[in-house]
T-cell receptor, first 111, second 116 residues
Framework: DAKTTQPTSMDCAEGRAANLPCNHS???????VYWYRQIHSQGPQYIIH???NNETNEMASLIITEDRKSSTLILPHATLRDTAVYYC????????????FGKGTRLHILP | EAGVAQSPRYKIIEKRQSVAFWCNPI?????LYWYQQILGQGPKLLIQ????????DSQLPKDRFSAERLKGVDSTLKIQPAKLEDSAVYLC??????????????FGPGTRLTVL
């Protein structure tokens, strides 16, 4: 079973920041938080990952709470192409440790 | 860099028939995964290969599903015989054993299977 809890769906206006929450209260000390997204009719795409510090790349920012029990993925300026299902995953960064996908959050970007 | 290639993209069969899917991972990626994604759900791992060896096949229904990666590159996933509940998208993914891309699994576009 997935170790994360995410809202089923969210809406965000185009041009605004999209903030996607994720709860992972049972996360272990060696487990990282990963985010993937899946655009309709495509395979999932890696976005970002982090352990305890906030992370930023060209796609998004990841904010992890100090107790590591929750995190937020931030898309700073959402566009219509960001409409997708977003998956929050926790896993150890070990060779062979598998990704367990939950149902994710369906993000709708509204024009 | 070419991505993960899968074929066919779509397949329609009747129950009890056999079907096979093909995957060509990104060049140099030692680890290959097959996932099953039922409509409205996240992908579920079926089998993981490292080179041509199986790392994890705990979720593979071995009475009807089989997979191989004989030369450590391409892989095929077979279903024989198919059931209605096998209707899903079958995704292939790969990643290298080391380097900056270790944290990313690169997914192909998937094969959409419909069993009638």
């Amino acid at each position: 079973d997935a170790k994360t809890t995410q809202p089923t769906s969210m809406d965000c206006a185009e041009g605004r920041a999209a903030n996607l929450p994720c709860n992972h209260s049972t996360i272990s000390g060696n487990e990282y938080v990963y985010w993937y997204r899946q655009i309709h009719s495509q395979g999932p795409q890696y976005i970002i990952h982090g352990l305890k510090n906030n992370e930023t790349n060209e796609m998004a920012s990841l904010i992890i709470t100090e107790d590591r029990k929750s995190s937020t993925l931030i898309l700073p300026h959402a566009t219509l192409r960001d409409t997708a299902v977003y998956y929050c995953i926790v896993r150890a960064r070990l060779l062979g440790d598998k990704i367990i996908f939950g149902k994710g959050t369906r993000l709708h970007i509204l024009p | 860099e070419a991505g993960v290639a899968q074929s066919p993209r779509y397949k329609i069969i009747e129950k009890r028939q056999s079907v096979a899917f093909w995957c060509n991972p990104i060049s140099g990626h030692a680890t290959l995964y097959w996932y099953q994604q039922i409509l409205g759900q996240g992908p579920k791992l079926l089998i993981q290969f490292q080179n041509n060896g199986v790392v994890d096949d705990s979720q593979l229904p071995k009475d009807r599903f089989s997979a191989e990666r004989l030369k450590g590159v391409d892989s095929t996933l077979k279903i024989q015989p198919a059931k209605l509940e096998d209707s899903a998208v079958y995704l292939c993914a790969s990643n290298p054993l080391s380097g900056r891309q270790l944290d990313e699994q690169f997914f192909g576009p998937g094969t959409r299977l419909t069993v009638l």
